[in-house]
């Protein structure tokens, strides 16, 4: 269905409807029948990636401060009301968003948009509260940095994108965390409040009429604010070899990857489905390979990472320091033979089939299409029907796999990172081209 344009909501396709509120906020709504709940979210559209060098962690901080009291609210307020209204409510920060949902029963709408505008738009960012907050977010630092999977996957992204945004870590770091004062905090917040840079999703058992008029009342104080929006600049990838030495892990945790393709990318789904087959589950290729014919590790996963205007992809496992080469050897293998060969026409059916289902699986829930609702606002990509979504993957060839094999996987571009406590001539003897640069855990 085209999109046709609906009265105050000003337009409307597939059962979507979009609209403005009178002082600029966006709002995306879909109606769902034979529901009972609605999943609610209101966004703020910069995030980690558009913080200053001296900011790295401040939307993350921001995002828990909100829930620690506003000029209405005490922190406890705030938990009973939640009580009360009951179902889900939750907040994440990611590099080019910030994100306050909730999943309430439709009676509750009300009370929940009123309460998302109290805490985004009127946070008390009390000293004593902030202070503690601060120390919560430090644990929450170390233990990302006690993990290694988490802890390979933050440094991998670093090395590969170094100097920006989307290479730092979303959290911060604890010495920098631990260095922000108020004043920066509420600057911060005053940057990025207006209504411009804001967005509002629903979807579920929700009146668009209904929902416009909370929405128009609570959120009025945002009329008049103004601001900057995100100026974005893609990063350049760098390839690396990086062994990080932590003593006293006894499996030594790998990643392979290299620049990838962006969410806009017409051919994301080509790019998506590749990495399904290449690792993606228990029959692809580096799961049969890897663990089912030669025992080298528990699990082995191939995935993608794409953001608006970059991406990359990485395969990580773990293993034994002592079987690390032969590790190497054999995702090294894989990925030449996939750049090489285009893949079987069975192997993409099979991961197409996957998708398929994945889509109408996610199709059931309200929560997961008000959140593709608003990636697509986000993207500026159309508002499709399930249909429409099921057929661009479905017509993804083993040609157009074949052409982003070829693409992403170019050997000269490819990086690594090793953590783990690796005798030095395992290291010094690894098959990869490039010599590792020894780091040492936490810091480098």
Known sequence: MSGEVMGMWGFEQNGVYVGRLPFGLPVVVEPLPNTYSVSLAVWLLQGSRDERPDEVGLAHFLEHMFFKGTTHRSVQDIARLLDRIGGRVDAFTTREYVCFYARVLTEHTDSIVELFADLLLNPLFDPVELEKERMVIVEEIRGVDDDPAEFAFDRFAEALWPDHGLGRPI???????????????????????????????????????ALYRPLERYFAPLEGRSGQGAERQPPQARPFAQYWHRPGLEQAQVIIGGPGLSIRDPRRHAYALLLSILGGGMSSRLFMKVREERGLVYSIHASIVPYSDAGFWYVTAATMPNRLPELLRVIREELDRIREEPVQPEELYLVQEQSRVNLFMSWESASDRMFTRAKQFVYGEPFQSLEERVREVMAVTVEDTYAVAQQVFQPEALSCLILGDVPPAVIRDLPWPMELERREWPDG
Not at 179 to 202: G, H, K, S
Request: hydrophobic letters at 50%.
């Open 171 to 209: 959290a911060g770091r604890a010495e920098q965390v631990l260095d922000f004062r108020r004043d920066q905090l509420i600057a911060f917040f005053e940057r990025q409040n207006f209504p411009a840079n804001m967005l509002v999703t629903a979807a579920g058992a929700v009146d668009p009429e």
